[in-house]
């Protein structure tokens, strides 16, 4: 699909990996839109340590000179940056609010995977918000995928991946409707899962949300 109506994007990153598979969405989707990617990955680093708010500061001079839409692509810090949308004057969006609706309307009993801990809270409190919106009931679960940000962090982004999607397949048998991968850097294990429950990641959902006019 060509985009060339869609204002300039720009994209905030707390790892440099994920800059690629945005673009390599874009070419395949979004022909014609321009993306601007900030890499700031002490921004997660500081979330972990600090907890997210305490990132508002850095996001809000980051973002401080931007003069069209945001996305977000680091769900620790997600909410924070939309909440200073209204003080910087433009749209900012975090990458997996689309993933929280679509999860949403799937089904009422959700897990959600993620490879550190300051994501959980901030995904459940996302998909509650989803669900008051759509006047849908849900359940929540969140687990914590034991070695997979370690190898992530060192390289071995398919052994991530691999980890996740065990996970994945182990924990469908838990009566779940829907799994949500809660972090874009998670993205690639969606295509190595076996169950047939429906696995949801964020990058593609989010970045045409992000450039819808």
């Known amino acids: 699909m060509v985009t060339p109506s869609a204002p300039d994007l720009t994209l905030l990153h707390t790892s440099?990996?994920?800059?690629?598979?945005?673009?390599?969405?874009?070419?395949?989707?979004?022909?014609?839109?321009?993306?601007?990617?900030?890499?700031?990955?002490?921004?997660?680093?500081?979330?972990?340590?600090?907890?997210?708010d305490s990132q508002?500061?850095?996001?809000?001079?980051?973002?401080?000179?931007?003069?069209?839409?945001?996305?977000?692509?680091?769900s620790s810090i997600g909410a924070?940056?939309?909440?200073?949308?209204?003080?910087?004057?433009?749209?900012?969006?975090?990458?997996?609010?689309?993933?929280?609706a679509a999860a949403v309307r799937t089904g009422e009993r959700i897990l959600v995977l993620a490879t550190v801990e300051s994501t959980l809270a901030p995904t459940a409190e996302l998909l509650a918000e989803e669900a008051g919106r759509a006047g849908q009931p849900v359940w929540v679960l969140t687990r914590l995928v034991d070695g997979a940000w370690d190898r992530f962090a060192a390289g071995d982004e398919a052994g991530c991946h691999r980890l996740v999607a065990d996970t994945a397949d182990a924990a469908a048998a838990a009566d779940v409707d829907v799994i949500v991968l809660a972090q874009v850097s998670m993205a690639g294990a969606q295509d190595l899962v076996t169950t047939a429950v429906p696995v949801l990641s964020s990058p593609a959902t989010g970045l045409a949300a992000a450039l819808s006019p």
């Open 16 to 52: 440099p990996v994920h800059a690629p598979v945005f673009d390599a969405l874009r070419d395949r989707h979004h022909q014609g839109a321009v993306l601007r990617h900030l890499v700031v990955p002490e921004l997660l680093e500081r979330a972990r340590a600090l907890g997210p």
């Open 56 to 74: 508002a500061p850095a996001v809000r001079e980051l973002l401080a000179g931007c003069d069209g839409p945001v996305l977000v692509t680091c």
């Open 80 to 100: 924070v940056a939309e909440s200073l949308a209204p003080e910087l004057g433009v749209p900012v969006l975090r990458v997996d609010r689309p993933l929280a």
